[in-house]
């Protein structure tokens, strides 16, 4: 007869803690090496939530010029409603009255843009009005740009049709 361990397997099962080392190791360079690769996504995601809060404030500007929606007992049949581009503090802010500085300031509503390098340039000034019940203005185009190489066109036209690419 055979010796009594000719057939008794001498592996044993399961994982050495230095397999799980390798592996552990393994996944944190990868990881590290893909970390910087997300910055950009990013940096791309906030400046589209920038470029998204500037169409709503025009378009919610624009509708409630439309829709003669008047804050206040000074005015009947309407106001126009306009956005000012506040660049000093990277904000929009969202008006009644036929220009920025002899509005009403109680009926003003900010819109912050979320990534502070966020500049818009404005072909002619530094708001957009809309006339009222007609939401027509003159046409402007507007450009969002970062320190990134994000851009945003988005032109306004007579009729107040805002459109972006």
Sequence with gaps: MGSPNCCKNNFRTGISSVECLVVAALLAVCVALSAP????G?????????RD???AALRHARARAVAGVCFGESCAGGAAHGVHFDLQNARLI???GSDFASRNKNY??????????????LSSGREI???ANSGNTPGVSLVLQDDFG????????????????
Excluded: C, K, Y
């Design 94 to 96: 969202i008006f009644q």
């Design 150 to 165: 994000h851009r945003a066109d988005i032109p306004i036209g007579e009729s107040g049709l805002i459109d972006w690419r």
């Design 37 to 40: 690769l997300d910055t950009g």
């Design 42 to 50: 990013a940096r791309f995601w906030m400046f589209a939530a920038d």
């Design 53 to 55: 809060a500037a169409l």
């Design 108 to 121: 003003d509503e900010a819109v912050d843009f979320e990534n502070r390098s966020t500049r818009a340039v």
């Design 129 to 131: 009005i809309f006339e």
